[in-house]
């Protein structure tokens, strides 16, 4: 057998290798680190998409250099992906290759070594109180479909719930006479938000009478948001949902539920809320992403220290 077969050869059996260790990572995020299934199918097209790039270009993916993980960068970067993406690729490797190392998989510490590129950070989206009023005002009628919609987008604008998370709830995980939700975040994390007063009359007028009149007789379900035809809706269907209201309002079709959640943290800090209190409501890990919102609110803090200051 030649050199170059062997060499060939080699780089098919580490290319097999990684196509076993992403699957076994991706194994590893689900069942320890509890990642959402939507999660796992973006690291799963991210990590195939460095795969299939090690293959066209005949590179060893357990021997990779500085000079391979630069060509498959340029690749990405004269493809047209955008920082964010790239960014989110090579985060993907790091972790895959993070994980390998400690198996004792691969010895190379190229991938783990390099830092994403830095991002530009853009503002979040919110809408105004005049916004949500008119969102909240297109589910006025009293037939089932109105009820559960306006009970989700009150539920949405009391929590600040993201849009998996309203989709993931039971009937169980409502303590209406606590006025409290339990939600279940990113890594299956639980954090109980309080719902304010409307929130809790419409979430009660769509279970007492909504909910019962879309359920099909005989049909055991514990979701909170149902179909017409009784069935539990996914966060696609309840983002449809969303988006139908928001064309009724007239508002700007480029809302999305995200929009209601960034409104959300920020009427909280402009109210006065404290950052890590906004933090445990929205349920994130790091206080860095929280941070944020306090951009959004420069102005009503200018107001603020006016009003207090002394010498204002």
């Known amino acids: 057998m030649s050199m170059a077969t062997q060499e060939s050869q080699r780089r098919g059996e580490a290319q097999l290798s990684l196509e076993r260790s992403i699957d076994e990572y991706l194994g590893f995020l689900g069942g320890v680190r509890?990642?959402?299934e939507n999660t796992?199918?973006?690291y799963r097209i991210d990590l195939t998409a460095f795969l299939d790039w090690s293959r066209r270009e005949g590179v060893s993916p357990l021997e990779l250099t500085h000079r391979d993980?630069?060509?498959y960068l340029l690749e990405l970067t004269r493809a047209g992906y955008t920082t964010r993406t790239i960014g989110r690729r090579l985060s993907a490797l790091r972790g895959l290759y993070r994980w390998m190392q400690r198996e004792g998989r691969c010895s190379s510490g190229v991938v783990t070594a390099l830092s994403s590129p830095k991002l530009a950070r853009?503002?979040?989206?919110?809408m105004t109180d005049d916004d949500a009023r008119a969102l909240l005002e297109t589910c006025s009628g009293d037939d089932p479909v109105s009820l559960r919609d306006r009970a989700f987008l009150e539920l949405l604008y009391a929590t600040g719930a993201r849009i998996s998370e309203a989709a993931g709830l039971s009937v169980d995980d409502l303590d209406l006479t606590s006025a409290q939700a339990r939600l279940f975040g990113k890594g299956s994390k639980e954090r109980i938000v309080p719902l304010y007063r409307e929130a809790t009359d419409h979430l009660v007028a769509y279970l007492e009478w909504g909910r019962p009149a879309l359920l099909r007789p005989g049909r055991a379900c514990r979701a909170l948001f149902v179909s017409t035809r009784g069935n539990p809706m996914s966060a696609d269907a309840l983002r449809t949902v969303f988006e139908r209201r928001v064309a009724q309002a007239g508002l700007d079709p480029s809302l999305t539920p995200h929009a209601m959640r960034h409104t959300f943290a920020t009427?909280?800090?402009?109210?006065?809320a404290d950052l890590r209190s906004v933090q445990e409501l929205l349920g994130h890990e790091s206080l860095a992403t929280t941070q944020i919102y306090t951009?959004?609110?420069v102005d009503r803090l200018k107001e603020a220290a006016q009003r207090a200051h002394p010498r204002s």
């Open 267 to 272: 009427e909280l800090l402009g109210g006065g």
């Open 40 to 42: 796992l199918r973006a």
């Open 69 to 71: 993980v630069r060509s």
């Open 122 to 126: 853009s503002l979040p989206r919110t």
């Open 295 to 297: 951009h959004l609110s």
């Open 34 to 36: 509890h990642l959402s």
